[in-house]
């Protein structure tokens, strides 16, 4: 079975400039979650999609960046503009739908993003 | 709101050695989860050990064990007979159980360093 995969790697940009991060879960897990690693800090959740619904966005910093998962299969994450404080590492992560105890997180390998 | 420390940015030990990375969280909530993950070097995150609050046993896998002290709200990892591919960032996870899903709060990691 093959892992959650995030695509790009790493991404430069500049300031105001717009970037988009790509999620694939693990094929058949209805949740979806972003966490984003800001320089030195601990990781924070963005968001938590089930299936192609925002279940809970509370994480999400500001108006710039915008989640979807159309089709409820990959996600991406858009930063538009992109600001100097979103450098940071974003995770994304994937569990099955579990009606009661509590699913492993996998998670994927990550995206760095850098603002210059 | 939960808030997870890791009060040792970085730790280094022998091979062969025990070590033990500390963690305290902080909660009102009675039911929840701990995890401890671990990021090396490749970048993957993956699941090292999870304890369910309830369960007053600790958890164990292999060479890692936990410490959970549920009154003192502390989560110790200890990684028995450490090797080398134990070099990674360890993060300590606090997950809460609600009606919208999983939401990880993390702490800002231990970087361990396994010497040989």
């Known amino acids: 079975e093959a892992g959650v995969t995030q695509f790009p790697s790493h991404s430069v940009i500049e300031k105001g400039q717009t970037v988009t991060l790509r999620c694939d879960p693990i094929?058949?897990?209805?949740?979806l979650y972003w966490y984003r690693r800001v320089m030195g800090k601990e990781i924070k959740f963005l968001l938590h999609?089930?299936?192609?619904?925002?279940?809970?966005e509370s994480g999400m910093p500001n108006n710039r960046f915008l989640a979807e998962r159309t089709g409820g299969t990959y996600s991406t994450l858009k930063v538009q503009p992109a600001e100097l404080e979103d450098s940071g590492v974003y995770f994304c992560?994937?569990?099955?739908?579990?009606?009661?105890?509590?699913?492993?997180?996998?998670f994927g390998p990550g995206t760095r993003l850098t603002v210059l | 709101a939960q808030t997870v420390t890791q009060s040792q940015p970085e730790m280094s030990v022998q091979e062969a050695e025990t070590v033990t990375l500390s963690c305290t969280y902080d909660?009102?909530?009675?039911?929840?989860?701990l995890f401890w993950y671990k990021q090396p070097p490749s970048r993957q995150m993956i699941l090292v050990i999870r304890?369910?609050?309830?369960?007053?046993q600790n958890a164990t896998e292999n060479r890692f064990s936990v410490n959970f002290q549920k009154a003192a709200k502390s989560f110790s990892l200890k990684i028995s007979d450490s090797q080398l591919g134990d070099t990674a960032m360890y993060f300590c996870?606090?997950?809460?159980?609600?009606?919208?899903?999983?939401?990880?709060?993390f702490g800002p990691g231990t970087r361990l360093s396994v010497l040989p």
């Open positions: 304890q369910e609050a309830y369960k007053q």
């Open positions: 999609f089930v299936k192609e619904s925002k279940q809970d």
């Open positions: 992560a994937s569990t099955r739908s579990s009606g009661r105890g509590t699913d492993t997180q996998y």
């Open positions: 094929s058949g897990h209805d949740n």
């Open positions: 996870a606090f997950m809460r159980r609600d009606n919208y899903g999983q939401n990880f709060v």
């Open positions: 909660t009102s909530e009675n039911n929840y989860y």
